[in-house]
């Protein structure tokens, strides 16, 4: 059973190098969010979202699914610990 478990590990982790290895290079200023993504958001912020600060927009307006997504899974995993590390009285 040890011996699957190490050969599923090694298996994801191979292929998670594999998949980073397309990814541009760290603070590439030609990758596509640099081109693309973050040009957008800074002339289109105020007139799509009429929100004057940029980081509550683009949270809060353009990727708010994923903040809420995100939330949740915070919120859920408060629950769980609250609910484990409580005391029972008896």
């Keep these: ?3 699957l478990a190490f050969i599923v590990v ?3 982790g191979a292929l998670l190098v594999y998949a980073t290895i397309d990814m541009p ?3 590439d200023p030609h990758s596509p969010a640099s081109t693309h993504v973050s040009p957008r958001y800074i002339e289109k912020t105020v007139e799509e979202t ?3 600060n940029m980081v509550t927009s683009v949270l809060a ?3 708010s ?3 809420l997504g995100e939330t949740t899974v ?3 995993a408060a629950m769980v610990c609250i609910l484990l590390l409580r ?3 008896k």
């Design 1 to 3: 059973m040890k011996v």
């Design 61 to 63: 307006d353009y990727r």
């Design 87 to 89: 005391r029972s009285r």
């Design 10 to 12: 090694v298996v994801t």
């Design 65 to 67: 699914y994923d903040t």
């Design 74 to 76: 915070i919120f859920t």
């Design 50 to 52: 009429a929100t004057p």
């Design 25 to 27: 290079d760290w603070a």
